[in-house]
């Protein structure tokens, strides 16, 4: 009996360390002003709901993909005939653009008034959208995922933990703005396959999944840092998914952003306030947030290739990213449990909706900025914008941050100028400067 036992407890840690593991990563962060409740249940645990949502989209993509390499083996495209025939075309071939109907797209629209007055005014007013937009909606991201609603002096309250149907609202808001602008201005002849959309739906829904998963587990200033370190996956998947090659600068560049990311990791404070510990949990969402967002941005310049839009860009990801959670949501069963959320709570609801429209109009502003004064004055301005970013939410929610974080913020910030710096000299001497990564659908 008692060699039994011996081998019992040699061989369940073998067979069970996964489960003990993921059974503790919510409960590796305790302390801190927010700490993270502890799951009512193993299905309440990230990796799981991850994982069943992720079953939920491949309910949809192994279809589809199905579906698209049946009609190119029947070369439907030839034999095809009847009312879907125009519906599948489009879906699965998509369209040559005949010369007559593109459009143009210029990087930069040269303005009707070039005096200096207009054009200061037009960029502080580019400016100042883009940064009320995004730190609006950063500071809301934090509250809706971090705070609870309904709290009273009898009741904690309750805290909102379905980050898909968060994902969702933003994404049928976008998709609406998106499609009234193409209504309403002219773009080119549409001419990609639709279901090409689906792969960069698909990394740009699970990366927003995972960054408002991470705040439940790291503080806002972290994920702001680990968005700005996105430049070494970036570049990774530049080379596996584009061939792309890089200069040195850029790897020196992307040293520095690691070192300096580092130094604010490992400088957390033994200040009893401190912000909600970096647990492993939330390390491992925001790595996932950045392989599946360089993945997207570098899938996304790849379609750029049909001469399409930013907008037609914005509304193709856009439309498969709200079939895809819609569908995940009524599998599981949640969509109407986030509904009756928002009605339980209507200061959610209003943060929820205000989160979406800045979301949108964001975008807009983008858009708007980088054909009026290019890529590297929209860079510049995000660039400051995530150091806003950091600043507001330490002074709103209490987050504290060292002399070395401090430090590791600086070193960080600096490189990402380094790179702005880098790239216009190249392109004032006419070298070929790498590509911006492309702005769609970011948040």
């Not at 008034?113 to 054009?119: A, D, I, R, V």
Request: glycine share 8%; with cysteine.
């Amino acid at each position: 009996m008692r060699n039994c036992t011996l081998i019992l407890n040699v061989r369940c840690p073998r067979r069970w360390w996964a489960v003990v593991v993921l059974a503790a990563l919510p409960s590796l962060g305790a302390g801190g002003e927010t700490p993270e409740v502890p799951p009512e249940s193993w299905s309440q645990l990230w990796f799981f709901r991850f994982l069943v949502n992720a079953a939920g989209y491949a309910s949809f993509m192994v279809p589809g993909y199905l579906m698209v390499q049946y009609f190119r083996r029947k070369n439907y495209l030839e034999t095809g005939r009847g009312l879907c025939f125009p519906l599948v075309k489009t879906c699965v071939f998509g369209n040559e653009p005949k010369s007559s109907d593109e459009v143009p797209l210029a990087s930069r629209t040269e303005p009707a008034e070039t005096t200096p007055t207009w054009q200061a005014l037009k960029l502080l007013f580019c400016a100042a959208g883009l940064q009320v937009s995004y730190l609006t909606w950063g500071v809301l991201q934090e509250r809706v995922m971090t705070r609870s609603y309904g709290a009273t002096a009898t009741s904690p309250g309750e805290r909102f933990t379905d980050s898909q149907f968060l994902v969702l609202m933003n994404r049928v808001l976008a998709l609406i703005v998106a499609g009234l602008y193409c209504i309403l201005c002219k773009q080119p002849r549409h001419g990609a396959p639709m279901y090409r959309y689906s792969f960069a739906s698909l990394s740009n829904v699970l990366s927003s999944w995972c960054q408002y998963e991470a705040l439940k587990f790291v503080s806002f200033p972290t994920q702001v840092l680990a968005k700005a370190s996105k430049v070494i996956p970036v570049m990774l998947m530049g080379k596996l998914v584009s061939r792309r090659s890089y200069e040195h600068w850029e790897y020196l560049t992307a040293g520095l952003i690691s070192i300096g990311v580092s130094m604010f990791l490992l400088s957390s404070g033994p200040e009893p306030r401190s912000s909600p510990a970096t647990t492993l949990s939330g390390l491992i969402l925001l790595a996932g947030y950045i392989a599946f967002d360089s993945f997207t941005s570098n899938w996304q310049d790849a379609l750029f290739a049909y001469k399409m839009s930013s907008v037609q860009m914005m509304f193709g990801v856009n439309l498969f990213s709200c079939l895809f959670t819609v569908g995940s949501l009524l599998e599981q069963g949640a969509l109407l449990e986030g509904t009756r959320f928002m009605g339980r709570h209507s200061e959610f609801a209003a943060h929820a909706l205000l989160l979406s429209v800045c979301s949108a109009c964001g975008q807009l502003f983008i858009f708007y900025t980088i054909g009026q004064f290019g890529a590297a004055i929209f860079t510049i301005i995000m660039t400051l914008r995530q150091a806003f970013a950091i600043l507001l939410s330490c002074l709103l929610y209490g987050h504290t941050v060292t002399v070395v974080g401090g430090l590791g913020v600086a070193v960080v910030f600096a490189a990402l100028l380094l790179r702005i710096y880098a790239r216009g000299r190249l392109k004032q001497r006419g070298k070929k400067a790498v590509p911006v990564e492309s702005p769609v659908q970011k948040v």
